[in-house]
């Protein structure tokens, strides 16, 4: 797969994200799309460490230990939901608006 295929790949999985992230209002949807977005970037970002630095590997580390990171992040998000859910039976991002603190 060459380049372009590669940064293809990328717009199309950022522009996805970026409609989901503002078309949505449940928070498990606006999540996902935020998601989407920030893959779209590790994508393009080891796409070009592949293809301008082929010789060393730091670059797919790097996205790889950011790949690690986003899974871990997504998960604490995701318990914050539910817990959200769970405590005010609040699904949607204009209900938990009012959460401050």
Request: hydrophobic share 60%; aromatic share 8%; no cysteine.
């Given at each position: ?34 998601e989407l977005m920030i ?37 604490m998000g995701f318990a ?19 959460l401050g603190g």
């Amino acid at each position: 797969m060459s380049a372009q295929g590669f940064l293809l790949l990328a717009a199309a999985l950022f522009a996805t994200g970026l409609y989901g992230a503002l078309s949505q209002q449940s928070i498990v949807m606006l999540m996902m799309g935020l998601e989407l977005m920030i893959n779209g970037v590790l994508v393009a970002a080891g796409a070009s460490w592949y293809y301008f630095a082929p010789a060393r590997a730091d670059g797919q580390v790097l996205v790889l230990v950011a790949i690690t990171v986003m899974a871990l992040e997504m998960a604490m998000g995701f318990a914050v939901t539910i817990a959200v859910f769970r405590a005010r039976d609040v699904d949607m991002t204009e209900g938990a608006g009012e959460l401050g603190g």
